[in-house]
């Protein structure tokens, strides 16, 4: 499809006057020059719409071609123009997951079917009927672990679309073997979706990207608004993607201070769930609940994720992120001094 | 709709530490933060999804509830959104006119009826049959003009949805007489949808809003991600409803350049269109191509807008934005020089 807007001015290394395309020709005011460089030279200009340098980066990271990447305004955004591209009457989703599964396909009127995890939070695939799509997180959030033991298991099922979440899937040490990424050009049906917000902590810009077989991206592209990715976005993605210091040194504090977390709350009669990724499921003791447990941390000066509101779960359940030692330290202190009482 | 994912950190005044959201809990790597001060703050916790500061302005600057106001990623996800929730069967769209109604008009399998405006680019009332939707821009793009002249005349047509594309009306000198917005508490069909990408040049950001009745915003909202508007685009569009002086200045710098151009156009025999906007279409002289020129001006390192890919328009039209004196007269003396030996 050409674009055919005008204004390609990011290709003409600033020797044009662009009277192609039409915005205020005056100079930024001082309140807004007050916020500085790099950013500056991305806020004004229309964001590149075929987002080039990135789609290049990700394609030879992966090994993918660029017809095969699609990105979006952050990953939540890619779910929506899925459902919307894809159109499906019936959708099959685990619970307890993401939320916004269910809302996006709440939207396009399709047909839900949740399927309940079993005690291990595995998703029992016998218990899948023959539905049009199905939705996972992979690992899953809120539980923290990979719900699909062996990827393959679910190419058997009679399903016309998968969508594969792998939102926090680089938190975890075998992400490689785990990811559906590899399996993209042996079965079409497969969609998998990744995200700047979680391993590299972008959640203010809002960008992410999915992978698919070359007809599905046609697609759902033709659903995308053309200039879905901003600017600061572009520029922040595009470095991070070089930092792989940054990744590595992520992933051996993560596991560090997650198992740090897991032994200091079962030491305090807790039941955390065992979680490849950057956060920890855990059941409450007999008799607490999770609001109550949130809002005596909450006048400690801390907030963990009240699960309550996932369908599949129940107030004897909260969610914790993964932080550095001084602040797992802190919270495991504060959880200390409440269980006296509580 | 409750919004159900936790990380409410931007209520907090930072005396909290958010246990509730799942990111990396690194520091940024040396390579992203030279990316500086203000926009730092706001690229890594999630953007308020219900971007409470710039809702409050909007809505005490039009004098119109919260409710009535819907924010999107550009007016572009807005114009999608709105098709994808509303679903008409039938869309009516003004030709010459942005090339984005059809496309999203298309996405949702709309069937698309094409108005071709008059011989002075207004809208020819009489020639629209029912229809679900009207989608016009207003003024114009790329003609410059209102091709509505009288804003009532088009309520007395049997239409279900108007969708009214504002993107350049501040750019207008009684815009506010204009302006469909007063209409909309009186007339529950109409849309709004007005930009931060044109008179605040905010392009690389990506933000714009949808004005309409209560009931029509929760509508369209149940189809819109969560987190669809960026941190750097909410400090930034914050910050310019504060540049009323900006404002009177670009409108007065508009005016007169918008003048300067079109005298110098008509003197060297091309025949500009009137314009209440930033921008001028003009037609060129017997022989000439949009192609050509837009080719010669280009190795002279000037680009304007070829305008023989909108429907309704052909070969013999261009397009430029009107900017300071000093880029105008390096344009015109450039179109002098070419217009000797073409």
Request: glycine share 4%; aromatic share 10%.
């Amino acid at each position: 499809v050409e674009f055919e807007h005008g204004g390609y001015v990011q290709e003409s290394n600033g020797q044009f006057i662009d009277f192609s395309s039409n915005v205020n020709p005056l100079p930024f005011p001082k309140g807004i020059r007050r916020l500085k460089a790099r950013i500056f030279e991305s806020v004004r200009p229309y964001p590149d719409p075929y987002i080039r340098e990135l789609c290049e980066k990700v394609s030879s990271l992966h090994g993918l071609s660029k017809e095969e990447i699609l990105f979006g305004n952050g990953s939540s955004e890619l779910i929506y123009l899925s459902l919307f591209a894809l159109k499906p009457r019936s959708v099959c989703i685990p619970a307890p997951t993401f939320s916004e599964y269910e809302r996006a396909s709440k939207a396009i009127g399709a047909e839900i079917e949740r399927i309940e995890l079993d005690e291990n939070f595995l998703l029992p695939l016998s218990s899948i009927k023959d539905t049009e799509m199905l939705i996972f997180c992979h690992p899953n959030n809120p539980t923290g672990n990979y719900i699909i033991e062996n990827r393959k298991d679910i190419l058997s099922l009679n399903i016309r679309h998968f969508i594969i979440d792998e939102a926090f899937i680089e938190f975890s040490e075998d992400h490689e073997k785990r990811s559906f990424l590899s399996l993209i050009k042996e079965d079409k049906r497969i969609i998998v979706i990744r995200t700047f917000t979680k391993l590299f902590p972008l959640a203010g810009v809002r960008i992410g990207y999915m992978v698919a077989e070359k007809e599905v991206i046609e697609r759902i592209k033709a659903f995308k608004p053309p200039w879905n990715v901003n600017g600061p976005a572009m520029v922040l993605a595009s470095s991070f993607l070089e930092e792989r210091g940054f990744v590595e040194r992520t992933r051996k504090l993560v596991k560090k201070e997650r198992e740090y977390l897991i032994k200091e709350l079962k030491a305090l009669g807790f039941k955390p769930y065992p979680s490849v990724t950057n956060f920890i499921l855990f059941k409450l003791k007999e008799g607490q609940t999770s609001k109550v447990l949130r809002e005596r941390l909450q006048s400690k000066g801390i907030m963990i994720r009240d699960c309550s509101n996932f369908s599949g779960l129940d107030e004897r359940f909260v969610r914790i992120a993964v932080k550095t030692r001084k602040d797992n330290k802190r919270l495991i202190e504060a959880l200390k001094e409440i269980c006296l009482k509580y």
